[in-house]
């Protein structure tokens, strides 16, 4: 089946930069779409970043530009550079992709098990 692995997370001070990788892998016939969402403690999750396969790209407006989605359609992994970061970007990010497994399934969110993002001085 279908996994997503996550990595890159990590502890840094404000300002700093991180950039979080996450890699699809399994019975994969194609992908409509990987990205990527956060959640905060006490918070919902939220959409961070998401680049379709038409090559658009969606970015909240918390994360305009200081955030980058990009993707590496032959290695399934889709990458999140993160600049200028700020505390309240402390989350755990979730690696998210719409797969189609087989030509006789049809689409579904598949979901990694998340990386923890820290900001703080």
């Known amino acids: 089946q279908v996994q997503l692995v996550e990595s890159g997370g990590g502890l840094v001070q404000p300002g700093e930069s991180l950039r979080l990788s996450c890699a699809a892998s399994?019975?994969?016939?194609?992908?409509?779409?990987m990205g990527w969402y956060r959640q905060a403690p006490g918070k919902q999750r939220e959409l961070v970043a998401m680049?379709?396969?038409?090559?658009?790209?969606n970015y909240s407006d918390s994360v305009k530009g200081r955030f980058t989605i990009s993707r590496d359609g032959a290695k399934n992994t889709v990458y999140l550079q993160m600049n200028s970061l700020k505390p309240e970007d402390t989350a755990v990010y979730y690696c998210?992709?719409?797969?189609?497994?087989?030509?006789?399934?049809?689409?579904?969110?598949?979901w990694g098990q998340g990386t923890q993002v820290t900001v703080s001085s």
């Open positions: 680049s379709t396969s038409g090559g658009i790209t």
């Open positions: 998210n992709a719409d797969i189609v497994t087989t030509m006789f399934h049809p689409n579904r969110d598949y």
């Open positions: 399994g019975s994969i016939f194609g992908i409509n779409a």
